[in-house]
C-alpha cells in the first residue's frame, strides 16, 4: 500500500513523517505520474487558495477529483477546505468530492490558534485527541455521507464520509496516530 502527500504546499513531511509512524509507504505527488501510483491521498494543511494556484499549474486540478471518484483522500485544514462542495468567506473552487460546507478561517487569525483536547471521538484507545488548530475553517454542514466523529465548540471537526475523511485541525501536529491509522484503515 503506497499512500500520497500532496505536495505543492503545505505541511505534508509532517504528514508523511505521521503515516510512516503508523506503517505506511509514502510517496510525495508532485505530478500526475506520481497521482497515478498512490493507493490513497492525503492533501495536507497549508493555504488553499495557494494550492489551487498550484494544482492549475501542475495540471493537478482534475486528475485530483477522478483520483478522489474512486480512492481514498483525507483532508487537513486547507484539505478539507479543498474537498468541500461549498467553500465561504470567501466562496473559491474546490475539488467538489464531498456533501460539505465550510469557512474558511473562521476561528480567526494565526494568534487565535490554540491546541484542545477533543473527546467523544470514536476512535480507539485514549479518550482525548489532541487537536492542534493553526487558522482553522469551520464546518458549517455536514451532508449526506458524513458521520461526525469530533466536534469542538459545538461544530464537527472530524468527518468520516466512507471513502474520504476530513479534518480542519492537524492531526500530524500531534504524536497520536489515531487519525491517520483511521485512514489507512479504508485501505485495507
Known amino acids: 500500500m503506497l499512500i500520497g502527500v500532496l505536495a505543492l504546499q503545505g505541511d505534508f513531511e509532517a504528514h508523511g513523517a505521521s503515516l510512516r509512524r503508523a506503517g505506511a509507504e509514502v510517496l510525495e505527488v508532485r505530478t500526475k505520474a506520481d497521482l497515478a501510483r498512490v493507493d490513497g491521498l492525503v492533501i495536507p494543511g497549508g493555504e ?18 477522478e483520483f478522489g471518484a474512486s480512492k481514498p483522500i483525507f483532508g487537513t485544514c486547507a484539505g478539507a477546505i479543498l474537498l468541500a462542495s461549498e467553500v465561504m468567506n470567501p466562496s473559491q473552487a474546490s475539488l467538489n468530492l464531498i456533501d460539505l460546507a465550510i469557512e474558511r478561517n473562521a476561528y480567526g487569525r494565526q494568534l487565535d490558534s490554540r491546541v484542545v483536547k477533543l473527546s467523544g471521538h470514536g476512535l480507539e484507545g485514549d479518550p482525548e485527541l489532541e487537536a492542534v488548530f493553526i487558522r482553522a475553517p469551520i464546518i458549517r454542514r455536514v451532508g449526506e455521507g458524513g458521520t461526525v466523529m469530533a466536534t469542538y465548540l459545538n461544530d464537527p471537526v472530524l468527518v468520516d464520509y466512507g471513502r474520504h475523511m476530513v479534518a480542519t485541525f492537524h492531526p500530524e501536529l500531534s504524536n497520536d496516530l489515531r487519525i491517520h491509522s483511521h485512514f489507512l484503515a479504508k485501505l485495507g
Open 48 to 65: 488553499s487558495t495557494t494550492m489551487l494556484k498550484l494544482m492549475g499549474y501542475y495540471d493537478l486540478f482534475e486528475p485530483l477529483r
